[in-house]
């Protein structure tokens, strides 16, 4: 599965952005979806995460800013981040996987000044 990140960039505190992540398969034959992010100087670390019948899953520290999605028509995962804050500032990685591995996209960066 290839996968590409896309949608980073430099944003103001308070200010929103959209990632987005093609998939070069259809995203209903995977087992999971999920956005990671790694900040300088940090371990990569799961942002959000959602695979089919479950309910999503986000990490406490951006949970009722950010919403994980997905459009199975484009095969393509989003992540909505609302309300950013200059401690989201990292490259974020989306990541998918099936039953035998798990795949990594190039990563995007996303900086949030203060």
């Known amino acids: 599965v290839q996968l590409q990140a896309s949608g980073g960039g430099l944003v103001q505190a308070g200010g929103s952005l959209r990632l987005s992540c093609a998939a070069s398969r259809s995203i209903l034959s995977l087992n999971a979806v999920a956005w990671y992010r790694q900040a300088p100087g940090k371990q990569r670390e799961l942002v959000a995460t959602?695979?089919?019948?479950?309910?999503?899953y986000y990490d406490d520290y951006v949970k009722g800013r950010f919403t994980i999605s997905s459009d199975n028509v484009k095969d393509t995962v989003y992540l909505q981040m609302n309300s950013l804050k200059p401690e989201d500032t990292a490259v974020y990685y989306c990541?998918?996987?099936?039953?035998?591995?798990?795949?990594w996209g190039q990563g995007t960066l996303v900086t949030v000044s203060s």
């Open positions: 990541n998918a996987k099936t039953q035998w591995a798990s795949y």
């Open positions: 959602m695979s089919s019948g479950a309910n999503p």
